[in-house]
């Protein structure tokens, strides 16, 4: 018998909630995105997040603890080796991240596979360097515009990202040269996590603008997750925003695209009003996008703010048998030095309307409670080789 029809996994990315133990190890000291989002804010009005509890799992300057908070909440470590996106989300659905994927951030891309790229594509590479998205564009986009080049970058993250303007290079021709960058990336020697088209508009310094047409080439995950094996037992796995990119389509039902994280709240709200049956998988990327990698926590805290009325909708929204669980897939502190991810904890927030109990579940030392949690419901056994326990008896 299954206790919840739908579940919502709702991932606020990069809402990171203090270093883990390990944090050091990953150049990471003395983080805590949402605690330092707090202490840069006079005033930081999310109510809907203070019931759920999340001020008892993170203090926070303006938000008090709840007394009786709605539902179930705690932290979740991360067991994988990792802090970036693909990691934290393969691990939720209950994959173990061994082996870092590999960054380019101090030396760029290697000539051989800068060579490679060239000759395939037909244009000349610029920059091959680290760079914020914003940043890079005042630097080259005039020059993309003018002589018909093509600007590759990284980050921190596991990346190789490659802008193109909509109306000059267009999106055809830049998806063509995504899917020969993401070939050669297959190699061993230079495989990264995801190839990003950055596509977007202007056409001089100060008024370029990335669009809603980024498209995220990346690795299928290395083995079954959580949302394989509820695909095959004939339940829907809706996913709203990056999810589809993120798990490259395995085990996705229905795949929907967001151009903000209101919108993807808007669109989570609207598949709630909805008849389907088994779980809503929901990632929010502009907290990340926009705030964290731009060292912007004012900005961050109004994402913030504006997702807690969306959540406000979509609490009213939920049935009975509905399991709400919000989550983040790693860090990404506004105040830190750097633009990189930050190895932090994360918080899980558990909300249904038939739950009689409340309040704190302690700690986990994966995020994959969340994956075995939902396949544990819908009465599927999670696929051979993935990790996570399921606190399913838990939420009472």
């Known amino acids: 018998m299954e206790k919840y029809q ?14 883990m133990p390990d944090s050091e190890t990953f150049g990471d000291i003395g983080v805590n995105t949402l605690g330092h989002i707090s202490e ?13 509890g999340l001020a008892n799992l993170c203090p926070l300057k303006q938000v008090e603890a709840a007394t ?21 989300h393969w691990e939720m659905m209950g994959l173990e991240v061994t082996k870092p994927f590999q960054t380019f951030t101090d ?11 060239e000759e395939r ?16 564009l005042d630097e080259l986009a005039e020059e993309e515009i003018a002589e018909g080049h093509m600007i590759v970058y990284t980050s921190a993250d596991s ?10 290079f267009g999106l055809d021709e830049l998806y063509r040269c995504c899917e020969i960058a993401r070939e050669l990336t297959m190699r061993d020697e230079w495989k990264v996590g995801r190839v990003i088209a950055r596509p977007y508009v202007g056409k001089k310094k ?22 394989n094996v509820l695909k095959e037992q004939g339940f829907d796995v809706i996913s709203i925003g990056k999810i589809n990119d993120i798990f490259v389509g395995e085990g996705i039902t229905k795949a929907l695209k967001s151009v903000s994280s209101v919108h993807g709240m808007e ?11 088994g779980l809503c998988f929901v990632n929010l990327v502009d907290f990340d996008a926009l705030w964290g990698h731009r060292r912007d926590p004012i900005g961050y805290a109004h994402e913030i703010e504006k997702f807690d009325v969306k959540l406000g909708a979509l609490l009213e929204k939920l049935r009975k048998d509905d399991l709400l669980i919000i989550t983040a897939d790693h860090g990404n502190d506004p105040t830190y030095t750097g633009t990189d991810h930050t190895r932090e904890k994360v918080p899980f927030l558990a909300y249904s309307k038939s739950m009689e109990g409340s309040g704190n579940l302690g700690a986990a030392d994966t995020f994959a409670v969340i994956g075995a949690t939902v396949a544990d419901n819908f009465g599927v056994a999670m696929p051979k080789d993935t990790i996570g326990v399921s606190w399913l008896d838990r939420l009472k």
């Not at 996994?9 to 990069?14: C, E, H």
């Not at 005033?43 to 019931?51: A, T």
């Open 267 to 277: 669109q989570t709200i609207e598949v709630a009003g909805e008849d389907f049956h």
């Open 121 to 136: 594509t037909g244009r000349k590479v610029i920059g091959n360097k680290s760079a914020s998205g914003t940043e890079i």
């Open 40 to 52: 840069s804010m006079e005033s930081f009005d999310i109510p809907n997040l203070q019931k759920l």
């Open 107 to 117: 030396t760029g891309f290697p000539p051989e596979l800068i060579r490679e790229l």
């Open 159 to 168: 990346v190789l990202q490659i802008c193109g303007n909509e109306e000059t």
């Open 206 to 227: 100060g008024e370029f603008v990335r669009t809603s047409n980024r498209h995220d080439y990346a690795l299928k995950p290395f083995g079954k997750t959580a949302l």
């Open 6 to 19: 739908r579940i919502f996994v709702v991932v606020v990315d990069s809402m990171g909630i203090g270093a």
């Open 68 to 88: 009786k908070p709605l539902g179930y909440h705690a932290v979740l470590k991360e067991k994988s080796m990792g802090k970036d996106t693909m990691t934290g």
